[in-house]
């Protein structure tokens, strides 16, 4: 039951956590591709530089971890009770597949769903094989990601780190405009500019994305992520090495003394090390009773946070676009923007779970899945 809270801790924490780093590509689209020409000023560049060090890639790897665990008992149950366990995880795979795209083109570009949704069709057949065999595919696709980032790391940047398939003067054009259709349009062209349908995009997830989802079947069905808890001094010693250590290499990918595409390793390495910290620190802080308390909220938030991520975007869809918020709004009243969504986020969460055992969109999915 305490590994169960401590996994919805997280997944609600991650679901914070991403809200802060998607708000800024919903607030301006290429935020990403030129954040120091557009943040032109020094307290703009520190704000922004923060969200890099302590965000920025630390969450995904934890949501991808947490959705390799979902899988592994998923399959584990399915088994037990004799069920067609094939057929249902790929059913609710697809379905899943489905959410993302629809939320990829009508809401925000930025979806990761689908790339999860994607991965987890390689991940379905491993499961059927003895651990060891999701071992070396971890362990050889992690060898192949990082000779394709030190390969990279050595080549010179053009600055092409980016493709956006949107027109950022249209998009702009049409918010001003009220021009629903045309904003949506210019969401599909990026969504499918940069979605994980792509040849490009299964290759980049499946060296990057996958070996994290494997890694939490892995220590699932190893039954290592109980022994956290079991070895509580050398897991916190652990976990603030791979704090320390990831908030290190990701300071070095923020200090501007390299091109875009270095910096992009640095956060990427640097993120999944810190991504490592911070679950190992919840995992310990959910073991003492008043922190539990404490926590409590952000587990409601990890039980309903398909439901919340997909609210996350409408509510930044409205303000940006319908609202006209777009490119108008400083950084640091978008974090304060953040923090009001995710307040009104945690009071949601609350008080819909003392009525109702699930989310809407945890209900509907769950329902696809066992079609009952």
């Known amino acids: 039951m ?16 991403i809200l802060f780093m998607n708000i800024l590509g919903f607030h301006y689209l290429n935020v990403y591709y030129e954040p120091f020409i557009y943040y032109d000023n020094r307290i703009s560049r520190w704000l922004y530089k923060l969200n890099e060090i302590f965000v920025f890639n630390s969450f995904y790897p934890i949501f991808a971890f947490l959705f390799g ?8 149950n399915t088994q037990s009770r004799n069920e067609n366990t094939l057929w249902i995880m790929y059913r609710r795979i697809i379905a899943m597949l489905l959410f993302g795209a629809l939320h990829g083109y009508l809401l925000f ?23 060891v065999i999701s071992i070396i595919v971890a362990s050889i696709l992690g060898i ?27 998009l702009y054009q049409a918010i001003q405009d009220g021009n629903i259709r045309e ?25 990057t994305l996958l070996p994290f989802i494997l890694l939490g079947v892995i220590l699932f069905r190893s039954g290592a992520l109980s022994k956290i808890t079991a070895h509580r001094n050398i897991s916190m010693i652990v976990a603030a090495l791979a704090t320390v250590i990831g908030l290190a290499i ?59 991520y997909i609210m996350q975007s409408m509510i930044m869809f409205i303000i940006f676009y319908i609202c006209k918020g ?18 009104m986020q945690l009071l949601f969460s609350h008080f819909y779970l003392k009525r109702f ?16």
Request: charged share 10%.
């Open 2 to 17: 305490q590994r169960i809270m401590s996994l919805d801790v997280m997944r609600g924490l991650s679901i914070c956590g």
């Open 250 to 308: 990701k300071y070095h990918g923020v200090k501007g003394q390299i091109t875009m595409t270095q910096s992009q390793i640095f956060l990427y390495y640097g993120g999944s090390m810190l991504s490592v910290g911070y679950f190992m620190f919840v995992t310990l802080m959910c073991e003492h009773p008043l922190l539990q308390k404490i926590l409590k909220p952000f587990q409601n938030m990890g039980k309903l946070s398909f439901t919340l």
């Open 183 to 207: 904003i949506v349009h210019q969401n599909m062209m990026e969504f499918n500019a940069s979605n994980a349908l792509t040849f490009i995009g299964i290759i980049s997830n499946v060296i």
């Open 144 to 170: 192949i990601g990082l000779l394709s980032y030190v390969a990279t790391y050595f080549m010179t940047d053009s600055g092409g780190d980016f493709i956006s398939g949107a027109n950022e003067t249209v």
């Open 109 to 131: 570009y930025g979806d990761i769903m689908n790339a999860y949704a994607v991965m987890a069709l390689f991940v379905i057949p491993l499961l059927y094989l003895p651990n």
């Open 357 to 372: 055992k699930m989310g809407p969109l945890e209900f509907i999915w769950r329902k696809i899945t066992y079609l009952k």
């Open 326 to 343: 777009y490119d108008r709004i400083p950084i640091d009243f978008l974090y304060c923007l953040a923090g009001l969504i995710i307040i």
């Open 69 to 76: 665990i979902g899988l592994a008992i998923m399959f584990r």
